[in-house]
């Protein structure tokens, strides 16, 4: 039985990061921790007020959750964060180098709609095109899978998990140890 994985399951705002993410937790029986709870006051107040943040804003709350994601190594968990540049994902991977990433994708125009259905979120549709503009997708290098958006959660979630199991089966086995002579 291989180790539960520590998933972040990131992508533009809009992706449904929070639908889709203690969704997956509860299929793969692991604990969710929304990333957007690990944000300072000061972000959440920028990005309500339409500034995007910088990476100085990015930096403490990605070093928030890659304690978290550090903490649940070998146990198994799920957290949401954007994670948009690769730097971002080398930042998390420092605090907990065993994270796979599901990276959920989609086209602009389903993503933009679903943002402009959502209450009380404190990011605006305004800030998706910085979004885009930053998001530098997964690198053949990084463990992790994309996972499109078009259809219901239920079925988002279904495609991550088969995702996932697709990535452990081509993972190579865990080693051993020594045979003995």
């Known amino acids: 039985m291989r180790t539960p994985h520590v998933v972040v399951v990131m992508g533009v ?6 639908t889709i993410g203690p969704l997956l937790a509860d299929r ?21 007020a339409g500034t995007p943040l910088q990476d100085d804003d990015r930096w403490p709350w990605l070093d928030a959750i890659g304690a978290w994601a550090h903490g649940r190594a070998g146990l198994g968990g799920v957290v949401s964060s954007s994670a948009l540049k690769r730097s971002y ?31 009380g979120h404190f990011m ?8 885009f503009a930053t998001l530098q997708p997964l690198e053949a290098d990084e463990r992790g899978v ?12 279904a495609r991550a998990v088969a995702a996932l199991d697709g990535l452990d089966a081509a993972a190579p086995p865990a080693e051993a140890g020594p045979s003995p002579r």
Not at 28 to 48: Q, T, W
Not at 124 to 131: I, K, N, R, V, Y
């Open 13 to 18: 705002a809009g992706t449904g990061k929070t």
């Open 28 to 48: 793969l029986g692991v604990p969710y921790a929304e990333g957007d709870d690990f944000h300072p006051r000061a972000n959440i107040d920028k990005m309500s």
């Open 89 to 119: 994902r080398d930042r998390l991977r420092a605090a907990a180098p065993d994270v796979v990433f599901v990276h959920l994708t989609g086209d602009r125009a389903l993503i933009e709609e679903r943002m402009g259905h959502r209450q």
């Open 124 to 131: 605006p549709t305004a800030l998706l095109d910085s979004q």
């Open 146 to 157: 994309a996972v499109d958006v078009a259809g219901s959660p239920e079925e988002i979630t």
